[in-house]
Nanobody, 115 residues
Framework: QVQLVESGGGSVQVGGSLRLSCTAS????????VMWYRQTPGKEREWVAV???????NYADSVKGRFTVYRDNEKNTVYLEMNDLEPEDTGIYYC?????????WGQGTQVTVSS
């Protein structure tokens, strides 16, 4: 079955950096768009970034200029490079892809930014 696994979360101080990974099995990520979302307690899941199958990228305004999403097709992995982190970036980060009209989500990875 299709599986997405996120990793790379952790605890950092304000201004720090993290790189999240989303690695897939039984699906080729290069042929699908991949989105990153995040969720904090009491809030709805928020879209963060997307890399389309053709390579186009887009970001939420709140992370534009600080986050970069990119692929490593050989590793079947999509990364979310996060720089200049702020406390508001704290949350559980999820990746998602859609294939044949079905959404696949990873289990999430926790990011905590402290001041």
């Amino acid at each position: 079955q299709v599986q997405l696994v996120e990793s790379g979360g952790g605890s950092v101080q304000v201004g720090g950096s993290l790189r999240l990974s989303c690695t897939a099995s039984r699906i080729v990520l290069s042929t699908n768009g991949v989105m990153w979302y995040r969720q904090t307690p009491g809030k709805e899941r928020e879209w963060v970034a997307v890399v389309a199958s053709g390579g186009a990228r887009n970001y939420a305004d709140s992370v534009k200029g600080r986050f970069t999403v990119y692929r490593d097709n050989e590793k079947n992995t999509v990364y979310l490079e996060m720089n200049d982190l702020e406390p508001e970036d704290t949350g559980i980060y999820y990746c998602k892809t859609t294939n044949r009209n079905r959404d696949y989500w990873g289990q999430g990875t926790q990011v905590t930014v402290s001041s």
